[in-house]
Protein backbone atom coordinates (compact mmCIF):
# COMPACT_ATOMS: atom_id res chain seq x y z
CA UNK A 1 0.00 0.00 0.00
CA UNK A 2 1.72 3.58 -1.21
CA UNK A 3 0.64 6.14 0.45
CA UNK A 4 -1.04 9.27 -1.56
CA UNK A 5 0.24 12.01 0.88
CA UNK A 6 -0.74 15.26 -1.44
CA UNK A 7 -1.78 17.40 0.82
CA UNK A 8 -2.51 14.90 3.32
CA UNK A 9 -1.66 17.31 6.54
CA UNK A 10 -3.62 19.84 4.99
CA UNK A 11 -7.32 18.04 5.21
CA UNK A 12 -6.18 15.69 8.62
CA UNK A 13 -5.07 18.58 10.61
CA UNK A 14 -8.49 20.21 11.16
CA UNK A 15 -9.84 16.75 11.70
CA UNK A 16 -11.64 15.99 15.39
CA UNK A 17 -11.86 12.29 16.15
CA UNK A 18 -15.55 13.12 17.41
CA UNK A 19 -16.51 14.55 14.13
CA UNK A 20 -14.53 10.94 12.22
CA UNK A 21 -16.44 8.68 14.56
CA UNK A 22 -20.05 9.98 14.17
CA UNK A 23 -19.52 9.99 10.12
CA UNK A 24 -18.02 6.43 10.76
CA UNK A 25 -21.27 5.72 12.89
CA UNK A 26 -23.13 6.39 9.68
CA UNK A 27 -21.39 4.18 7.78
CA UNK A 28 -21.03 1.15 10.04
CA UNK A 29 -24.97 1.56 10.63
CA UNK A 30 -25.88 1.84 7.02
CA UNK A 31 -23.24 0.58 5.28
CA UNK A 32 -23.16 3.59 3.53
CA UNK A 33 -21.15 4.20 0.49
CA UNK A 34 -19.44 7.44 0.10
CA UNK A 35 -19.90 10.05 -2.87
CA UNK A 36 -17.84 13.44 -2.64
CA UNK A 37 -19.17 16.59 -3.14
CA UNK A 38 -17.05 18.59 -0.63
CA UNK A 39 -14.52 21.17 -2.50
CA UNK A 40 -11.97 19.85 -1.03
CA UNK A 41 -12.57 16.96 -3.45
CA UNK A 42 -10.52 19.26 -6.29
CA UNK A 43 -7.23 18.41 -7.54
CA UNK A 44 -7.40 15.43 -5.11
CA UNK A 45 -8.19 11.51 -6.24
CA UNK A 46 -10.69 9.07 -4.09
CA UNK A 47 -7.27 6.80 -3.14
CA UNK A 48 -5.97 10.17 -1.59
CA UNK A 49 -8.88 10.35 0.87
CA UNK A 50 -8.87 6.90 1.46
CA UNK A 51 -5.72 7.13 2.53
CA UNK A 52 -6.54 9.94 4.71
CA UNK A 53 -9.28 7.80 6.40
CA UNK A 54 -6.78 4.88 6.84
CA UNK A 55 -3.87 6.28 8.18
CA UNK A 56 -5.89 8.28 10.90
CA UNK A 57 -8.54 5.69 11.68
CA UNK A 58 -6.42 2.73 10.37
CA UNK A 59 -9.65 1.72 8.31
CA UNK A 60 -11.04 3.58 5.66
CA UNK A 61 -15.56 3.65 4.55
CA UNK A 62 -16.36 2.75 1.32
CA UNK A 63 -15.69 5.75 -0.76
CA UNK A 64 -16.98 5.68 -4.57
CA UNK A 65 -16.55 8.32 -6.26
CA UNK A 66 -16.79 12.46 -6.48
CA UNK A 67 -19.39 14.91 -7.73
CA UNK A 68 -18.61 16.18 -11.12
CA UNK A 69 -17.35 20.23 -10.17
CA UNK A 70 -19.35 22.00 -12.43
CA UNK A 71 -21.38 24.12 -10.47
CA UNK A 72 -21.47 26.60 -7.85
CA UNK A 73 -24.75 25.03 -6.57
CA UNK A 74 -23.66 21.70 -5.09
CA UNK A 75 -27.78 20.69 -5.40
CA UNK A 76 -27.12 20.61 -8.78
CA UNK A 77 -23.91 18.06 -8.57
CA UNK A 78 -25.96 16.44 -6.44
CA UNK A 79 -28.95 15.86 -8.73
CA UNK A 80 -26.65 15.91 -11.92
CA UNK A 81 -24.69 12.74 -9.97
CA UNK A 82 -28.28 10.95 -8.94
CA UNK A 83 -29.75 11.36 -12.18
CA UNK A 84 -26.58 10.03 -13.77
CA UNK A 85 -26.56 7.05 -11.07
CA UNK A 86 -30.15 6.05 -11.17
CA UNK A 87 -29.89 3.18 -8.95
CA UNK A 88 -29.20 4.90 -5.67
CA UNK A 89 -31.91 4.40 -3.45
CA UNK A 90 -31.05 6.66 -0.49
CA UNK A 91 -28.75 9.46 0.14
CA UNK A 92 -27.65 12.09 2.61
CA UNK A 93 -25.73 15.27 2.28
CA UNK A 94 -23.76 16.36 5.22
CA UNK A 95 -22.32 19.95 4.94
CA UNK A 96 -22.14 23.40 6.71
CA UNK A 97 -23.36 25.15 3.51
CA UNK A 98 -27.09 25.26 2.38
CA UNK A 99 -26.39 25.34 -1.49
CA UNK A 100 -28.80 22.66 -1.44
CA UNK A 101 -32.02 21.64 -2.75
CA UNK A 102 -34.86 20.53 -0.02
CA UNK A 103 -35.02 16.70 -1.65
CA UNK A 104 -31.05 16.46 -1.13
CA UNK A 105 -31.34 15.38 2.15
CA UNK A 106 -29.42 17.76 3.89
CA UNK A 107 -28.43 17.39 7.29
CA UNK A 108 -26.77 20.40 7.79
CA UNK A 109 -23.88 20.71 10.54
CA UNK A 110 -22.22 23.64 12.21
CA UNK A 111 -19.37 24.80 10.86
CA UNK A 112 -17.51 25.29 14.77
CA UNK A 113 -18.57 22.15 15.69
CA UNK A 114 -18.73 19.70 12.67
CA UNK A 115 -20.44 16.31 12.22
CA UNK A 116 -22.29 15.55 15.81
CA UNK A 117 -23.64 12.56 16.77
CA UNK A 118 -26.80 14.21 16.57
CA UNK A 119 -26.22 15.10 12.89
CA UNK A 120 -25.10 11.08 12.49
CA UNK A 121 -28.57 9.93 14.21
CA UNK A 122 -30.43 12.06 11.92
CA UNK A 123 -28.15 10.65 8.75
CA UNK A 124 -29.00 7.15 9.76
CA UNK A 125 -32.82 7.71 10.24
CA UNK A 126 -32.67 9.36 6.44
CA UNK A 127 -30.23 6.51 5.26
CA UNK A 128 -32.10 3.69 7.26
CA UNK A 129 -30.17 1.41 9.58
CA UNK A 130 -28.74 -2.16 7.97
CA UNK A 131 -30.81 -4.15 10.26
CA UNK A 132 -33.61 -2.47 9.31
CA UNK A 133 -33.40 -2.82 5.71
CA UNK A 134 -32.50 -6.82 6.58
CA UNK A 135 -35.79 -6.88 8.00
CA UNK A 136 -37.65 -4.99 4.61
CA UNK A 137 -35.99 -7.86 2.80
CA UNK A 138 -37.15 -10.72 4.43
Same mark, same amino acid.
Given at each position: ????? !?????? &? ?25 ? &???? !?? &? ?11 ? =? ?59 ? =??? +?????? !????? +? ?5
Amino acid at each position: WELDR !GNFDEI &TVGWDRRNVDAFMHIVDATNAKVVISS &TWRV !GR &TVKFFKDCFRTYL =NRTPDIINFTDEFSRFRGDEINQYLKHHNYIDSWVCLDDDSDFYPENNLVQTDIEVGLTMD =NAE +KAIKIL !GAKEW +KKSMQQ
